[in-house]
């Protein structure tokens, strides 16, 4: 018993909740969300109260619907109220309450208020333990914040069902996250549902808010789709079931949200929802529409446009149908439907749900006579919502509509009215939508001729002209206008129209007149008294038809128009019946024949038996002939009427009486008839031809409206008749051809295909003109018709080919071009007999013979041949052609035969036949290459064999080579020139060897006619031609020779200089020295008074025509470019440094050649050019030897009194150095021991030029070789320092001294110290004069600052204070002259490095003495000088700066004072007073970077000093006093800016300053209103920064804070926005405290009632920027701003009003409630 009894006590004492358990009830009573447990666990129920309670007061502030819990849950009296001593019905009330209070406090759980009155709910009520699903679903939406975490930390452990997945995150503390929740739904559907209930509560009690909807409809939507996944199946069965338990599930939820109207965002949710379940669940229509219908049941106009997204969604996923009449009707009722659906549109596919409504609103059309929905469908067919295929079906249920209306559903007569007007608009539309309509009045089998009776109105497409560009807007009213405007007034209207007779309605000028009698015309065609009235108009002239066009071209054009049948048949009707009037007697009616023609052919049978009876009629006036019969229309029909040809009389009778009256049965039976019978009739033959008059043939084809099988009558084709109309056609541009095409109705291609028929085979002149159209540029946007154009070609081309088959037995083409003649020949203009044509036959015959049976073999033959080439030549002449294929056969077979001679002494050769005269006859009078090259190559295997045959001949055949062969490309031609090269000039060369002439005498035919050639030869060919001909003739013989007949035929260029060279290095270095020995011998003979070889190579003997100084200095320029070749200079320090034979040979070589040069150089001494050129000769070739040879050659020819060849000689050994290796010992030996002799140069020599060279040699010398022997190059130091070189007055050599010393410091560095006391006046002197006096000598200037650029790198000590001064003073200077560009940047450079070089003390001293220079100097220099301390401050190291701290601040005190100083001074310098922002800000930065680098305890001295000393200024020099504060200011703002919280302790030495100028400042003066502005924004910068809590000083605080709240004063005359507004809300902000942002609430509060409306603005705008600032902590004052806020609604300035409108919803925006109830 005693077991079971404390079992039995244990369970009860688990469960109770006694207050005797003081334990546990203090456990309960810690539960808090917002105080530590052991904080909650010792308070009372009435301090919480009283803290609960405040939150909850707020709350009823920011909602009056949190007020009456106040007399309940939140009363006095629930203190005292336990929950567990209620009965049951006392707390199921409680609950309701609790729950409906959660409901409503949940859009503010993120305030703390909301969270101190559910405190209360939880430690009085215990709502944790109680009403746990409630509170946690309250607070759901917010599982993310950590008020969720707490709130889990205080649940007890045994958690609701529902919520028992969230047992881990309570025992962790963590918070769930979103993945958690969805899972939870799929998987539970008592979870989905609790939420879903939760959710609908709330907003059935219009407690919802956005973070709950929001958070279910995600998680709502998670599940349905995780849900459908989750319950597919393969079985269709359970699919169905799972289908049907999940819309049981979800269903009464999504029904009862749709119809909260007054929660469009719970609507808006729920189509979400809809949206997933339908596009991933497999649903069937009647589903949907259920869904559909529920949908649009309970929408407003806030859910309008995403229901409408979403029943568009919800279509695509229904059967193409009709919408039901449920969702119809409420589609219906929404206004500006059309625009909305075309809206949306744009972006969603609307297809399925517009197709569905037209449909149906189509269906109550017919079946309920209810037309409302016709201004639906209009706009969604125009607004291309519909694809083309459901448009066709809109279009075609339109028209069955139309035909299905009766009277018992239209009585009157209006619904088809309305629905003929929409059928009208939509067939007249111009867009994609016409066609479409088009293509489904085709489909539809309903009689439209009927449909167009019942609708009174015309369905089909009709013309309406207007004029390109016609105003839409017009042409819109005026349809408008038919539709509405009566026929009597219409007819009354035409008759006023002014028109002519004599005018045609086939005239483009018509279109307008046409247009409006058309339209009149087809709106009186349903009534036949309507039409009589129309055809009596005065108008239509119809009295006057039989003379004039008007009447018959009206109705011409209508029935040949894009109109109604009845329109068509109507117009054939009236012509009929006034043709049968009596007035049509002798009168010529064929114009209208055609287009009665045309209409026999037309689709409908109606309009064919309304032109055949037409056509009846005009027979008749046919059966007697017509003597002499006026011709109507023959003047004025068309536009253009001269080419036009009539019939006669008698061949219209014949046509209509034998071909067209017999034949209108058929005709009217069968539409193509009348093509057939037409071509058959035209088609005619030659005789029944012959017996018809040319222009009736002519007539007849033009007046034939089919003509595609019609070829000619009698000579006149189709093509010479319609050519012009094909060119026309082309001519259009593709709009033009498009439009035109649209106004008829007709398709593109169509018209494309039927305008190239015009064109036979073999007619020349419409072939020509096709091939030449489709190659313009034009046709490329017409692709039909180039496509057609193709077809065309592709069909003609088989026979226009036809006829080539007559030419099958003439001799191939390859043939006639090898016979065809020459241009000399075919001047002749004679023409071979028949028996030279025979006897050339049999010629060809056997040459073509014995070319085939191997020549070779037969070298009997050769003779006979050489015979036959003979006779060939006389043939040529007789048949004025060259005859080349025969001169090629028999020149192949001579080539064949040649070497059987050579190896059979037996075969001779007759040495009498002239064989060579008549290769180089065939060579030159042949034009055909094949004829030259195979004769070239005869030429060439007869030398071998028999020189003597050719030698005497030769020379022609390399003259006419240079004009012909030479000039190929191809490879055969150089093979033909190689061969003819190599065989016979050895031969050539041996006989004039033999004989009396010199072989270079007897060659320079020879090397002129290659030399002639050259320019003509290929380019890749060039080289290995000239290289095997030299090679040929004997280089050492020729080589000189051809270069110096290139030079002198095309001159010096760079081209033909660079070619000889390329020949020149080919060869040897012995061959190159002998023919430069050669070239100079050449060169002095030009200047002989007799000129022997030189005359040959390079002129005539004709003195007269000679210029021996042109040729000398031509050939004088090649030396040069030959003597610097590489391979000759690379060859001769080679063979200089050995000592064998071939060494020897090049020397003696050598110094011939240096001999020779000097003698050539002694000769031309006078004339100038000459003589210059021969002293480059000499360095080039001085140049060939090694250094130390190179060194003595020039020492011996220094000595020589002409000072333009020492000049060149130095010139050279300048180059020479430059050439020199550094490495290289015995340069180095050799040019340093040649120094002496250059500074004697400089020291004796009077020529300037001669010291330039010489100072240049050993600038160069010093750099490469200084370094090894300092000593050597000190003495030439000092020799450049002197008064000889750098003391001379040239300009030149002043700039070559001061560079070379410049090298010279970086050589010696220390050793250069004793020339520098010279030298550094003279450079500063030298600066100076470059730009004095208006001088610009760049030049100059930069090698003065290279020199003085080189000493403050290598030798900074020497650059002492005074020479410092001096520096910076010619710098200034410098910088004033503004010379710019590279004398900017030499300048620069320089005192960068001087900057960075030299001494601290010494360059802050140097810089504080030039400072005011620099400032006299402009804003320019004065920039560079502050840069210049810039680079100074950041070199040297910080204790430099420190020691230097009192000159570096009185330099900062200096420049702060320029603003003042520039405007104190008499000749103020505008420019630089434009610039002093600039420059202050420069030296703003310069100042930060001494701050940087400076301690605060020496730093804060200078800081305290530069305050002083900003306020030591008269007190009545206002003006002068701003100056400087505001250049002080401008100092501070970067101060604070950049150093921001580091300097606060600062702001002790600015408040005093910053104050008094706040006070004394007026910003209303333009003086005073940028320090103003400067000061603000510094005490601003000072605020913001404030780390230390500096401003919350009372003390430093109300220094500020009245001075600033005064500034509003200024409101009137000043922009506070900018800084005084953002001052005070960083000083709000700053002063971190109730009693300071009391105090400035309270002042600007009072402000508020000043009497100008600026200042209330202005302060209005400051208490929007500190609400936006401060947030909550601000608007914590809220209740004492509330009254001033009421006042300000309702102040009399709209801006103050306005701007406080707006503070009240920033306001709002921090609080997240509306300020009206408070406000009221």
Known sequence: MATALAAQLAKIAANSKSILDVKAQKAAHSKSLIFEPRVAAVQSYQTLYGICREGFDELCHLDARFVPFGTTIFSEQSQDEDRTQMTASENEELDKKIASFLHLVGARLRLMPAIKAVEWLVRRFRIHEFDSTTLLSTFLPYHTIPAFVTLLSILPSDLPNLYIFLDPYAKSLTPPPRAIFVHRAIHNAEFLTALSMYTLDACRAQQHYPALISFWAGIMTEAVNGRIDRMRSGRSAVQKSNDQSLFLLIGPTLSDALVMSKVPSLQIACYMVITVYVAKGNLDDGTISALMEQLVAGWTVESLRPGLICLSVLAQYRSAKQMSAKVTKALLKVKNLPDLL????????????????????????????????????????????????????IFKSLLLAAYKLDDQVDEGGEIRKDLASTIIRLSQAESDIRAIFTQAINDTEVDLDELEMRLDIQIRP???????????????????????????????????????????????????????????????????????????????????????????????????????????????????????????????????????????????????????????VLGSFYMDTMATAYRWGKETLYEKTDALEWMSPDTCQKFLRAILLPSLEECVLNADYIGEITNSALNIGSRSAAEVPQSDKKSRLSHSVCLSQVKNISGTSRTQLLLPLLQQWTSLSAEKATHLCLLEKIEEAVVDKNSLEVLLPNENEGLEFLLNAVQTPDLLSRRSFLHAAFLRIRDLWPKTLEPSAKMADEPPPGKRRRTSSSETHRGLGTQATPEISATLKQVTFVLQLVEGSNPEQHPELLNALFNTLSELQHFRVLVGSELGYLQS?????????????????????????????????????????????????????????????????????????????????????????????????????????????????????????????????????????????????????????????????????????????????YFSVEIQLQSLIQLLNLIGDIF???????????????????????????????????????????????LAERDDMEASKIRELYSTLLEDLLLLADSLKQRKSLYSCCGDSLSKLLNLLSIGEFIKAVETLLDRPDAILRRKVLKAVEVRIDQESQADGNSRAALLAFLPQLTAIIRVSGDVLYKHIAVGCVDKISEKYGKKDPEAVAAAASTIAGDKCLGQGDLQLRIMALLCLASLVDVLQDGIVPVLPSAIPKALSYISESFADGNRLPELHNAGYAFITA??????????????????????????????????????????????????????????????????????????????????????????????????????????????????????????????????????????????????????????????????????????????????????????????????????????????????????????????????????????????????????????????????????????????????????????????????????????????????????????????????????????????????????????????????????????????????
């Open 342 to 393: 075309t809206d949306i549109g744009k972006e969603h596919d609307l297809g399925k749900l517009a197709n569905g409504l037209c449909l149906a609103l189509i269906d109550r059309i017919y079946k309920k006579g209810d037309s409302r929905g016709l201004p639906l469908i209009e706009p969604l067919l125009l607004a291309s919502v519909l694809s083309q295929q459901q448009a066709g079906v």
């Open 462 to 616: 009709r013309l309406l002209p207007a004029q390109p560009g016609e105003d839409v807007e017009m042409e819109e009213s005026a349809i408008n206008q038919t539709q509405v405007e009566s026929l009597e007034a219409m007819i009354e209207r035409a008759s006023t129209l002014q028109t002519q007779a004599v005018s045609s309605c086939l005239k483009s000028s018509s279109l307008d007149i046409f247009g409006d009698l058309c339209s009149i015309y087809l709106s009186s065609l349903m009534e036949p008294s309507h039409i009589e009235i129309f055809d009596k108009i005065p108008s239509l002239h119809r009295e006057e038809a039989n003379k004039a066009p008007f009447y018959f071209s009206f109705l011409v054009r209508i029935w040949c128009g894009p109109y109604p049948t009845l329109a068509r048949a109507g117009a054939l009707g009236l012509a009929k019946n006034r043709l049968k009037e009596d007035d049509r007697i002798n009168v010529d009616y064929q114009a209208i024949l055609p287009y009665g023609i045309a209409a026999l052919n037309d689709p409908s049978k109606r309009v064919r038996q309304a032109a055949a009876d037409l056509i009846a």
């Open 889 to 1065: 056969l028999v020149l192949r077979s001579l080539l064949a035969m040649v070497p059987a001679y050579k190896d059979n002494a037996g075969l001779t050769i007759d040495s009498t036949g002239g064989h060579g005269d008549l290769l180089v006859n065939c060579i030159q009078k042949s034009s055909s290459p094949a004829v030259q090259s195979t004769a070239l190559l005869l030429v060439a295997s007869l030398a071998k064999v028999a020189p003597g045959l050719v030698l005497n001949s030769v020379m022609p055949i390399f003259t006419q080579m240079g004009t012909s062969v030479l000039r190929q490309s191809d490879d055969y031609s150089a093979h033909v020139i190689n061969q003819t090269v190599k065989e016979v000039v050895p031969p050539l060369i041996q006989s004039l060897r033999k004989g009396k002439v010199s072989p270079l005498a007897g060659s320079s035919e020879l090397l002129l006619s290659f030399v002639t050639a050259y320019e003509h030869i290929p380019s890749h060919r060039r080289l290995g031609l000239f290289v095997s001909l030299v090679e040929t003739l004997d280089a050492k013989d020729f080589l000189f020779a051809l270069l110096g007949m290139l030079i002198n035929m095309y001159g010096p260029t760079d081209q033909v200089l660079s070619f000889a060279t390329e020949v020149f290095n």
């Open 1088 to 1134: 002989q008074p007799r000129p022997t070889i030189s005359a040959v190579l390079l002129g005539t003997p004709d003195q007269s025509e000679r210029d021996p100084e042109k040729i000398g200095l031509s050939e004088l320029t090649l030396l040069p470019r030959l003597l610097s070749s590489t391979k000759l200079t690379t060859h001769i320090s080679r």
């Open 1351 to 1720: 000493l403050a790198q290598y030798l900074p000590y020497m650059l002492s204070g005074s020479y410092l001064e001096q520096i910076f003073a010619v710098s200034s200077t410098s910088a004033k002259s503004r010379m710019g560009g590279e004398s900017s940047d030499a300048r620069i450079q320089c005192l960068q490095f001087i900057a960075k070089q030299v001494e601290a003390k010494t360059m802050f001293v140097a810089l504080e003495k030039s400072l005011a220079t620099y400032t006299d100097a402009g804003h320019a220099a004065t920039r560079e000088y502050l840069n210049v301390l810039g680079v100074a401050l950041d070199k040297h190291p910080k204790a430099s700066i420190s020691r230097n701290s009192a000159v570096l601040s009185s330099i900062l005190l200096n420049a702060l004072d320029l603003r003042r100083v520039l405007r104190s001074r008499n000749d103020v310098d505008s420019e630089f007073v434009r610039h002093i922002g600039q420059i202050e800000e420069i030296v703003n930065g310069v100042a930060l970077k001494m701050v940087y680098k400076l301690n605060d305890a020496t730093f804060r001295p200078i800081f305290s000093q530069l305050m002083e000393w900003s306020m030591a200024v008269p007190k009545k020099a206002t003006s002068e006093r701003n100056l400087r504060l505001l250049s002080v200011y401008g100092f501070l703002l970067a101060f604070f800016g950049n150093l921001k919280s580091i300097v606060t302790s600062y702001a002790t030495y600015v408040v005093e300053s910053t104050v008094n100028v706040l006070k004394t400042t007026n910003p209303a003066s333009a003086e005073e209103h940028e320090l103003w502005r400067k000061a603000l924004q510094v005490l601003a910068q000072c605020f913001e920064h404030d780390q230390d809590e500096f401003w919350q000083a009372p003390a430093h605080f109300s220094a500020v804070a009245p001075v600033l709240i005064a500034q509003f004063a200024y409101a009137p005359s000043a922009d506070l926005t900018k800084d005084l507004i953002p001052a005070i809300a960083e000083l709000a902000g700053t002063a971190d405290s109730q009693e300071h942002q009391k105090e400035l609430n309270t002042s600007l509060l009072k402000t508020l009632r000043s009497e100008q409306a600026q200042v209330r603005l202005a302060v209005v705008k400051c208490q929007q920027a500190l609400t936006d600032k401060l947030g909550e902590e601000w608007l914590s004052m809220l209740p004492e701003m509330l009254p001033y806020i009421s006042e300000l609604q309702e102040d009399d300035d709209e801006d103050v009003e306005r701007e406080t409108n707006r503070w009240i919803v920033g306001i709002e925006t921090v609080l997240g409630e509306s300020l009206d109830a408070m406000l009221q």
